[in-house]
Nanobody, 124 residues
C-alpha cells in the first residue's frame, strides 16, 4: 500500500531556509513523478514545483523560481523541496503528491496520491 508523508515544516525568519521531505513507502519512488503544492487558508491550491518520473524534466512556479529547488534520493525513497530566501507569503501548508505519469505537472488534478501536508511559517 502506498503511503506518503511530508515533514520538515517549521518556523523561520524572512530570508531563511527550510527543507521539506516527502517519504514514500510501499512502492519505489522512481515509479512516480512528484509534485509539491501549497495552499493558504481560503485560497486555491498552487503548484510549486515538480519533476518527472526518475527525476526528469523539472517545472516550477514563477513565484518560487530561483528560490526553491527539488531533488530526489531514490535509494531513500525520499523527495525534497529546498526552500531558500523565504518570504512571509511562503507561509502556507505544503503537500507532496504522486502520479504514475512519466512527466509531472503543476496541476493538482493530475495527481492520485497525496500526503497530509506540513506547515511553514515565515515571520520576523
Amino acid at each position: 500500500q502506498l503511503h506518503v508523508v511530508e515533514s520538515g515544516g517549521g518556523s523561520v525568519q524572512p530570508g531563511g531556509s527550510l527543507r521539506l521531505s516527502c517519504v514514500v513507502s510501499g512502492f519505489p519512488l522512481d515509479h512516480y513523478a512528484i509534485g509539491w503544492f501549497r495552499q493558504a487558508p481560503g485560497k486555491e491550491r498552487e503548484g510549486v514545483s515538480c519533476d518527472g518520473r526518475g527525476g526528469g524534466i523539472v517545472k516550477s512556479a514563477n513565484s518560487v523560481k530561483g528560490r526553491f529547488t527539488i531533488s530526489r534520493d531514490n535509494a531513500k525513497n525520499t523527495h525534497y523541496l529546498q526552500m531558500d530566501r523565504l518570504i512571509p507569503e511562503d507561509t502556507v501548508v505544503y503537500f507532496c503528491a504522486l502520479t504514475r505519469g512519466l512527466h509531472c505537472s503543476l496541476y493538482g488534478n493530475d495527481y492520485s496520491d497525496w500526503g497530509q501536508g506540513t506547515k511553514d511559517t515565515v515571520s520576523s
